[in-house]
């Protein structure tokens, strides 16, 4: 039985590093994506999924979003939540500013 299961591009990356070896073409084309745009690793990832849906309150897609995204500030923040037509306070935009700002 095969799972589904929604990751960041970061555990993506991990995933696919294990295997470069045997790619198809859209495989190689997915790690080339990954590894331009991937700026944590997977266990930084987790982690700050698992802040944002704990601290914050966001659902998963959002919060994986996000991650896979990493906004600088709390206007760039809102931008992407306004597009999946969700209102966010201030106050929360800001505790989700400082949860991605805290891996470096």
Same mark, same amino acid.
């Given at each position: 039985? +095969? !799972?589904?299961? =929604?990751?960041?591009?970061?555990? $993506? =990356?991990? +995933?696919?590093?294990?295997?470069?070896?045997? &790619?198809?073409?859209?495989?190689?084309? #997915? *790690?080339?994506?990954?590894?331009? *745009?991937?700026?944590?690793?997977?266990?930084? $990832?987790?982690?700050?999924?698992?802040?944002?849906?704990?601290?914050?309150?966001?659902?998963?897609?959002? $919060?994986?979003?996000?991650?896979?995204? &990493? /906004?600088? #500030? /709390?206007?760039?923040?809102? #931008?992407?939540?306004?597009?999946? !037509? =969700?209102?966010? /306070? #201030?106050?929360?935009? &800001?505790?989700?500013?400082?949860?991605?700002?805290?891996? =470096?």
């Amino acid at each position: 039985m +095969i !799972k589904s299961k =929604k990751i960041t591009i970061h555990e $993506a =990356k991990d +995933i696919l590093t294990q295997s470069t070896s045997d &790619m198809d073409e859209l495989q190689r084309r #997915t *790690f080339e994506y990954v590894n331009v *745009f991937s700026k944590l690793n997977s266990e930084q $990832a987790k982690k700050l999924v698992e802040s944002l849906e704990k601290e914050v309150g966001l659902e998963e897609d959002y $919060a994986i979003q996000l991650v896979n995204i &990493m /906004p600088k #500030t /709390p206007e760039e923040i809102r #931008t992407y939540l306004l597009g999946w !037509k =969700k209102i966010v /306070p #201030t106050e929360t935009l &800001m505790k989700i500013n400082e949860i991605l700002n805290s891996v =470096k």
